[in-house]
């Protein structure tokens, strides 16, 4: 297939592009750059299969080849992100949704949409199904993202059974490794940042908040699962090892051997963040076959490995 990634030069874009040049098909990668990073994708600047553009999905999109699939994952993700790029992250959830739906109508594409755990809110259901329509602040901070993301499935669905398009929904969870940022805001690259630097953990509230932290590679096996499926409605990805973000903090610390401790803040919780959050993969496991693999115990050390070599670099 030629597949075109949004947000390619992101995070999960990056991952997404080398997994689907392992599987044989053509990437042409598309990015603004905002938040994303071209030394993401700097290995594959010689794969004849892929391809970039600096592009804002937010303006006209034309690709002149045939397209057989399109995963939409141009987004800020982070809150330090979309807090700093608030207008731009309605934009392209709306305008950029929009622009790439009828992207993939012209080319008869099959459309992916990657949409977030995040338009849950912050849940009164837990664990948290599809068919939660979720607790969200509209005219709050994050509203800008959550909102955003509601808006881009609601659109989807409409493409979906107005033109006939056939398209996907994907609900991430918390998702963690290599390629994250360390100043994107995020709690895994924050605590691994400041235990590596010998700093004590900050951590917000009582932390007693729940979060559970799935590894990339299980995301990327439940996106190509949901591309290659036959199912239009949202399903969530996520893992069911969920924990309190101060069990986390203990866990960071235990893993890079900092002894700094951990540090609280109570008055500088960010308005509007989740107490809980834990999918239910009833959906993911029945229609995909899918299961997370890839433990904590498995994943942080290698994400912290990941981070070492950063500071490192960043220090020569």
Do not use: C
């Amino acid at each position: 297939m030629r597949v075109v990634i949004t947000g390619s030069s992101g995070f999960l874009g990056s991952h997404l592009s080398d997994r689907f040049l392992q599987d044989g098909h053509t990437v042409i990668g598309i990015d603004n750059l905002l938040t994303g990073n071209l030394r993401n994708i700097a290995h594959l600047s010689d794969n004849p299969r892929f391809r970039f553009i600096q592009h804002d999905v937010t303006q006209h999109i034309d690709i002149d080849e045939p397209i057989d699939a399109i995963l939409h994952f141009a987004s800020p993700a982070s809150p330090i992100d979309y807090l700093k790029y608030p207008i731009q992250t309605l934009k392209v959830g709306s305008l950029g949704t929009h622009n790439v739906l009828g992207l993939a109508k012209a080319k008869n594409a099959r459309f992916l949409l990657a949409s977030t755990s995040e338009i849950y809110g912050d849940p009164l259901e837990h664990p948290q199904r599809e068919s939660y329509s979720g607790n969200v602040d509209p005219i709050g901070l994050r509203g800008v993202y959550d909102e955003a993301k509601r808006f881009a499935e609601a659109l989807t669905m409409a493409y979906h059974r107005e033109h006939g398009i056939d398209t996907r929904i994907i609900r991430i969870f918390n998702t963690y490794g290599p390629r994250m940022r360390l100043d994107d805001g995020r709690v895994v690259p924050n605590f691994i940042g400041q235990a590596l630097r010998g700093e004590a953990l900050t951590v917000y509230g009582d932390g007693q908040q729940t979060r559970s932290f799935q590894y990339v590679s299980d995301l990327v096996e439940g996106v190509s699962l949901l591309l290659m499926s036959n199912f239009s409605d949202p399903v969530n990805i996520g893992t069911l090892e969920e924990m309190t973000i101060l069990e986390f903090a203990y866990r960071v610390n235990e893993a890079t051997g900092n002894t700094a401790g951990i540090i609280f803040k109570q008055a500088d919780r960010i308005v509007g963040d989740p107490q809980t959050r834990r999918p239910d993969t009833t959906r993911a496991h029945s229609v995909l076959g899918w299961k997370p693999r890839i433990t904590l115990a498995e994943g942080l050390p290698t994400t912290i490995q990941y981070f070492q070599e950063v500071l490192w670099a960043n220090k020569l």
